[in-house]
Antibody, heavy 116, light 107 residues
Framework: QVQLQESGPGLVKPSETLSLTCTVS????????WNWIRQPPGKGLEWIGN???????DYNPSLKSRVTISVDTSKNQFSLKLSSVTAADTAVYYC??????????WGQGTLVTVSS | DIQMTQSPSSVSASVGDRVTITCRAS??????LAWYQQKPGKAPKLLIY???GLQSGVPSRFSGSGSGTDFTLTISSLQPEDFATYYC?????????FGQGTKVEIK
């Protein structure tokens, strides 16, 4: 079955750009939607956005001005870039697949801390 | 954005208890609702989709109901492995939004 694994720096300085990659195994990225979701420590879940294999994207309006999600079908990966980060962007970042609406499966998550 | 409100925020229960969690949407979402279970340090896991569909591999003690704005997740007989935080999520429109979570704790 499809498995997802996030990778990227665990520490990012304020005002810099957070960059994460999600590698998809056990299936092709050329199907379904691919999502980023985050969870600040001890808090709830926030959907960041998604991308379809065609490259079409949907973003959360609360983050839209700072977010870019892209896909690399040759590597079976999709990526997240979040610019101008602050301490409020410290969170566990998850990638997840969806057949349009339901998030399943999820990656294990990666903690990104914004600090100087 | 559609706001999702769960109640209660936490519940203390014993093994074998019946537990019900509610989720209310700020506007009608038909049956575009999912429930997830999250254990500490782990990613959320899809339990229920389309308000009442049981995800493959999920025990039948979990059930979901509702449509429109009011939804419930029921655990018919709580098991030790069910102590976790549960989230609802609407998929009616973008941005996708989650409830704030309900923590099921051991009594």
């Amino acid at each position: 079955q499809v498995q997802l694994q996030e990778s990227g720096p665990g520490l990012v300085k304020p005002s810099e750009t957070l960059s994460l990659t999600c590698t998809v195994s056990g299936g092709s990225i050329s199907s379904y939607y691919w999502n980023w979701i985050r969870q600040p420590p001890g808090k709830g879940l926030e959907w960041i956005g998604n991308i379809y294999n065609s490259g079409s994207t949907d973003y959360n309006p609360s983050l839209k001005s700072r977010v870019t999600i892209s896909v690399d079908t040759s590597k079976n990966q999709f990526s997240l870039k979040l610019s101008s980060v602050t301490a409020a962007d410290t969170a566990v970042y998850y990638c997840a697949s969806s057949r349009g609406v339901w998030f399943d499966p999820w990656g294990q998550g990666t903690l990104v801390t914004v600090s100087s | 954005d559609i706001q999702m409100t769960q109640s209660p925020s936490s519940v203390s229960a014993s093994v074998g208890d019946r537990v019900t969690i509610t989720c209310r949407a700020s506007q009608g979402i038909s049956s575009w609702l999912a429930w997830y279970q999250q254990k500490p340090g782990k990613a959320p896991k899809l339990l229920i989709y389309a308000a009442s569909g049981l995800q493959s591999g999920v025990p039948s003690r979990f059930s979901g109901s509702g449509s429109g704005t009011d939804f419930t997740l029921t655990i018919s007989s709580l098991q030790p492995e069910d102590f976790a935080t549960y989230y609802c999520q609407q998929a009616n429109s973008f941005p996708r939004t989650f409830g704030q979570g309900t923590k099921v704790e051991i009594k």
